[in-house]
């Protein structure tokens, strides 16, 4: 296991720009408006050879009693519990508040190694002489830092080195399979997430919006390694108003690109909508595996062909990506959800599925046999050969003596030959067609 070192404090005082510095890249919002950050937001870095796992935390109101703040305060307090190392942060330029003091008191009863980190101190040199008033916080040495401007970090990383614990002896890491939970607002995403992982690792409220971050949470099932990427609601673009909105639907877009599959969240009373649709269509051009959820089912008055007539309707409504399975779940009572794992596993298999040359072309030969291929004006299509070149997802090129005798319905007649021998569940197929005469190697690619 990597070392965890959280990060707490109050809002606004700078966590996730320190996070995103030490990561390297944006991972968690930043924006000049306290409580942007809502979950646990975890993430893998490196320092002096070691690796470790941040995490970015919500900040802490130790008075509030408004259900999203004190569902921040609970994460923020699971993060503690969880850390082997704990970096509070203060805001230099505010001075010590009622509120920092608070959550120094907290901190000082985990038991846990506390460093203290004065955030917002722009200037090189020796500390200004304001900054030693965080003494009166009791948590021991000071660290000033400047997220904004890169200063003091190394200095920081190097004391929280100091506390990490005896290295374990090296050992292969599994594949790390990446799902993505995305759909609309309120479809029951973190819900399901912390079904899935039999824990309230995300927070969950009928506000729909909750979640802002795409939001990485690592779990070992079964064996395997898995990262669950619970995203913000995607709405529809004329609806997205707020900066921080618009941040969380591009780091949804982030998350599915980096995501091995993509579970598209229906909410069964609401059906499939446009949006949701417009989620799975970016996810299927990505080349992802693809599951559909139907949440909440079990507020569905249920009769005699219900489920059928339902499945049906979800379908039509992804015409498209036909291959998808559909499981049908409640993420409150946790129905069905050992199912959708499973299909999960499934898909990520299919989607690294690779099939051999000979085995290709004889399903090929047997094809081409049954159904002839098209001609135009006298002229055949000829198809010579078939070989997979790829996976995630699964890419085939086909050689061919004219690329553009080769109709469309065509080759959805090929792809469907692949699927029925082959399987392939899941998983969107990419064709790459060229002509074999041809020195340039014409090619196009077609899904």
């Known amino acids: 296991m990597k070392p965890v070192v959280a990060m707490v404090g109050r809002p606004n005082v700078g966590k996730s720009s320190l996070f995103n510095y030490i990561c390297g890249r944006r991972i968690s919002i930043v924006e000049d408006t306290p409580g942007v950050t809502r979950d646990r937001i975890y993430a893998d870095t490196t320092w002096r050879g070691r690796g470790f796992t941040l995490v970015d935390t919500g900040g802490i109101e130790p008075d509030s009693q408004e259900i999203i703040p004190k569902a921040m305060r609970h994460q923020a307090e699971t993060a503690i519990n969880l850390a082997d190392v704990i970096v509070f942060i203060v805001d230099f330029k505010d001075g010590i508040t009622s509120a920092d003091s608070e959550i120094a008191s907290m901190l000082q009863k985990s038991g846990k190694p506390v460093i203290l980190c004065v955030n917002k101190v722009d200037t090189i040199g020796e500390p200004p002489a304001e900054a030693y008033d965080f003494y009166n916080l009791g948590i021991g040495d000071l660290f000033c830092v400047s997220a904004a401007h890169g200063l003091g970090i190394g200095d920081l990383l190097d004391k929280i080195y100091e506390y ?31 079904k899935i992982l039999g824990e309230n690792r995300v927070i969950v409220s009928d506000i729909a ?3 802002r971050d795409a939001i990485d949470t690592y779990a070992t ?11 913000a609601g995607m709405r529809k673009r004329g609806r997205v108003t707020e900066n921080i909105e618009r941040y969380s639907v591009m780091r949804a877009l982030d ?4 995501s091995n599959v993509c579970v598209i969240v229906v909410d069964a009373v609401d059906g499939v909508t446009e949006q949701d649709t417009k ?3 970016y996810a299927y051009e990505k080349g992802k595996g693809l599951v559909v959820a139907v949440n909440k089912w079990d507020l569905i008055d249920k009769e005699t062909g219900t489920f059928e007539k339902y499945r049906e309707s979800v379908l039509n409504s992804f015409n498209f990506m036909m291959f998808a399975p559909i499981v049908f779940i409640s993420a409150l009572t946790g129905k069905r959800v050992p199912n959708l794992f499973e299909t999960i596993v499934n898909v990520d298999r299919e989607n690294q599925k690779r099939i051999s040359t000979g085995m290709l072309n004889d399903v090929l030969n047997e094809a081409v046999a049954v159904v002839q291929p098209p001609s135009d004006k006298g002229r055949r299509l000829k198809i010579y050969y078939m070989t997979q070149v790829a996976v995630r997802p699964p890419t085939f090129c086909i050689f061919c003596n004219s690329v553009k005798l080769f109709h469309f319905s065509y080759l959805r007649y090929i792809e469907n030959q692949i699927r029925r021998n082959f399987g392939f569940e899941g998983t969107p197929l990419v064709f790459k067609l060229r002509e074999k005469n041809d020195r340039e190697a014409m090619e196009e690619n077609v899904r």
């Open 209 to 211: 919006g909750t979640t």
């Open 279 to 281: 989620i799975a269509g």
């Open 164 to 194: 990490f614990p005896e290295a374990p002896a090296d050992d292969d890491e599994d594949e790390v399979i990446k799902v993505c939970i995305c759909g609309k607002p309120n479809a029951g995403k973190s819900s399901l997430i912390n």
């Open 221 to 231: 099932v079964g064996g395997s390694r898995f990262c669950f990427i619970d995203t």
């Open 255 to 258: 998350a599915v690109d980096r």
